[in-house]
């Protein structure tokens, strides 16, 4: 006897699930900051191209029992990428590289 395939709410993720678009070709950055960052967007280019307001949001998270405040991008297609702050042409711009199937994680610079 088969099951029914599962209804759109059965597929649902959590309210505090994150999608990744991890793939072959395609990875995710995770950038943890501090609290002062909390509600800020950083903005992410391929290394050397325009910035085209591609942003996440910093955002609190809740890990196990810790919390901890970083921004997402997901299902980036593999390269190099630029990392600042949103909207602010100086300051800290961080260099993350991708790889296809993986998530990179780096901590902002000063958190």
């Known amino acids: 006897m088969h099951s029914p395939p599962p209804s759109d709410a ?7 699930s994150i999608f990744l678009g991890i793939s072959p070709d395609r990875g995710t950055a995770i950038i943890f900051t501090d609290e002062a960052l909390d509600g800020s967007e950083l903005e992410i280019r391929r290394a050397g191209g325009p910035w085209a307001g591609i942003r996440a949001g910093v955002e609190r998270h809740h890990v196990k029992e810790v919390v901890c405040f970083a921004a997402v991008f997901p299902g980036l297609a593999v390269g190099d990428y630029q990392v600042r702050v949103g909207g602010f042409h ?3 711009q961080v260099h993350l590289p991708i ?3 993986q998530v990179t994680e780096i901590t902002w610079p000063g958190s």
């Open 10 to 16: 059965d597929r649902s993720l959590p309210a505090d």
């Open 99 to 101: 790889d296809g199937g």
């Open 90 to 92: 100086f300051g800290d």
